[in-house]
């Protein structure tokens, strides 16, 4: 049986969400917008956290089981990669949350299974590092601990499939604007009269959607399409040089399109502006930022 019929099923059970949308709205509740929750993104790293911070219990937890394999017993060594790895799973977990508390839908849904799994997984590796200690102590072989590792990689393999198909199957975390290209020459896309004065306005270039801002003399261009999960900046609010995400917040700054504040992780591709003869044209600019910008909006 191919894996993705047990993803598109998982996708479609709505019974899910009767425990999914109450638990979301009480992470929402626990990590609103702010400097917390943008730290358990990766706001500041420009690249989703939480990828980077599952690499240590992953690594500790199969390096233990190898160690057992190769000793053939259990070891105060890999009693402790096992305890280090459950460790590193809390920050590795408040990540997740924190991106999991921006889904809905089937994305929602797959992500409930996953928690899930990681936490059977967590408590499998929990029971492994306590019955290796009193194993140690009682002068055992912990092949009690060792068997529990080994399920726990077993139930963290599942959780890691689903993991995958969160993000590349149904993109979240992934930059919305990774394959979205505007116009490299110069392209009509409005009359200078039909961009309000301190308003914003979308418009299309080719296949790429637009938003306009005009702030005196000045005409900024961005993708519309936010950056994090793909919300229509034109529906935010434009104040102080940044637009603001009408979905889940993120600020963007106007004239480089970097993160101002997240949860956004990745920057909007910007674009050149003039007006010609009373139209606007736009190109897309060679750079794109990707970073946060540290100082905010000058
Ligand atoms: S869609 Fe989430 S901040 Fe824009």
Redesign the pocket.
Known sequence: MRLTRLTDWLEAQRDIDCVGQPLNGVVQRLLPAGPVKNALTGTWLGHPLHPVLVMVPIGSWTSASLIDVAVGRSTTAARRLIGLGVVAAVPSALSGLADWS?TGGSEQRVGVAHATLNTVALALYSASWWSRRRAEAAGGAGTAGAVLALAGMAVATGAGYLGGHLIYAQGVGVDTNAFHSGPDDWTTVAAIDDLPDEGALAVTAGNARLLLVGQGAQIWALENR??????P?SDGTVEDGCVT??????RFDLRTGEVVAG??TVGQPVYETKVVAGQIQVRRQEERSLRTNPDGPG
Do not use: E, K, T
Not at 226 to 231: L, M, T, Y
Not at 245 to 250: D, L, N, V
């Open positions: 921006d936010c950056s994090h999960r793909g919300a900046l995400c009408p979905w889940h917040g993120s949860p956004a």
